[in-house]
């Protein structure tokens, strides 16, 4: 929990140096245009917005200088989606701090355990892994946050491994902002798959390791799906600044 507490910590002061840079100030102008009102908070911004909203707004700030957090084994940015997940799904509903800290702790887990079980073929076909697992990790973490039940949380999940993308062009050239906003993109989806979740949405229960899920459909045979749920997996320092 306290290894959390500062993941969290970290999180927030990437995300107050990147909300006043201009990727986060066009992403927030665009959720602000659609005109949407709600309960989250977007860092450095008084008005309230959408929890999807702000998870993307949030997650595109913490992003944005890659000195958010780095599991180095596992090649993936946790922070950046984790956290604005959590933060955007507690508000809205009035989670406990203590839940908020859960659900970091179950998203940096699943962010490893999953990156872990993808291994690098992902990566070096041109997949940005921190958008590729983030909506599934994030969507764990959001769940946990919102305390929700096992069916809705695995729901979830198989929500989630549907909105796996990103593509690494950004960096073979110019890469423009495009990478700041795969951390956004990937905590929208994982707060709107919870929410979608929550309301009775479904979906196939082996999304991540069964056939066609998230492991074959990105890996193939060079998956190693023992690694979700791996006893050692997380053994020694995978966190390191970004």
């Not at 140096?17 to 989250?40: F, K, N, Y």
Request: charged share 15%; aromatic share 4%; with cysteine.
């Amino acid at each position: 929990m306290e290894k959390a507490r500062w993941c969290l910590l970290d999180a927030l002061g990437c995300a107050l140096l990147g909300s006043r840079q201009p990727w986060s100030e066009i992403m927030t102008a665009e959720v602000m245009g659609d005109g949407g009102h709600g309960s989250c908070t977007i860092v450095g911004m008084a008005d309230s917005v959408a929890p999807s909203h702000a998870a993307l707004c949030n997650g595109t700030a913490m992003h944005g200088f890659e000195l958010d957090d780095l599991l180095s084994a596992a090649l993936i940015h946790p922070g950046a989606v984790i956290v604005p997940a959590v933060l955007a799904a507690a508000e809205a509903v009035e989670a406990s701090g203590v839940q908020v800290l859960r659900g970091i702790v179950a998203g940096y887990e699943a962010t490893a355990r999953i990156s872990m079980a993808l291994g690098m073929d992902p990566s070096q076909r041109g997949f940005h892994k921190t958008s590729v697992v983030g909506p599934v990790a994030g969507t764990i973490a959001a769940g946990v946050a919102m305390r929700l039940p096992l069916e809705q949380l695995r729901n979830a999940v198989g929500l989630a491994c549907s909105c796996a993308s990103g593509v690494k062009n950004f960096a073979a050239g110019s890469a423009g902002m495009v990478k700041r906003m795969h951390a956004g993109r990937a905590a929208e989806a994982a707060v709107r798959m919870a929410m979608l979740a929550r309301r009775g949405f479904t979906a196939p229960p082996a999304a991540v390791d069964g056939k066609f899920g998230l492991l074959e459909a990105f890996s193939g045979d060079t998956a190693q799906a023992a690694l979700l749920d791996a006893t050692s997996v997380l053994a020694g320092p995978l966190m390191t600044s970004g």
